[in-house]
């Protein structure tokens, strides 16, 4: 299972923490993705981490993210920072067993590839 939370309303240029608590496996074998839907939209990619620990995003939010893991915790961990409104968007993480052991993983992360979604934390930003 995976849990994500810390959303909430935000206010632009905020920096809110999400978390993605994980149980049933253990990140450090498995890629963990994040992903966001923004309303009327198409669910799109944000950022993965590998399981060797290696970071990935998309070029949109390149600079302004962060994703971490906490191996003690279990979880996986996206810092936003320098909000803007367009991130506004329930935002889900996920997982492939398929990523299992592959350092590779997430330079090629797709939200289809997912088969194990947790449920989202909306992020509105707005003043």
């Known amino acids: 299972q995976l849990q994500a939370s810390g959303g909430g309303l935000v206010q632009p240029g905020g920096s809110p923490r999400l978390s993605c608590v994980v149980s049933?496996?253990?990140?450090?074998?498995?890629?963990i993705g994040w992903f966001r839907q923004a309303p009327g939209k198409q669910r799109e990619e944000v950022s993965c981490i590998s399981s060797d620990g290696t970071p990935v995003y998309v070029d949109s939010v390149k600079d302004r993210f962060a994703i971490s893991r906490d191996t003690a915790k279990n979880a996986v961990y996206l810092q936003l920072n320098s909000l803007k409104p367009e991130d506004t968007a329930v935002y889900y993480c996920?997982?492939?067993?398929?990523?299992?052991?592959?350092?590779?993983?997430?330079?090629?992360?797709?939200?289809?590839?997912?088969?194990?979604w947790g449920k989202g934390t909306l992020v509105t930003v707005s003043s």
């Open positions: 049933g496996f253990t990140v450090d074998y498995y890629a």
């Open positions: 996920a997982t492939d067993v398929g990523s299992y052991g592959r350092a590779d993983y997430c330079s090629s992360f797709s939200y289809y590839r997912m088969n194990f």
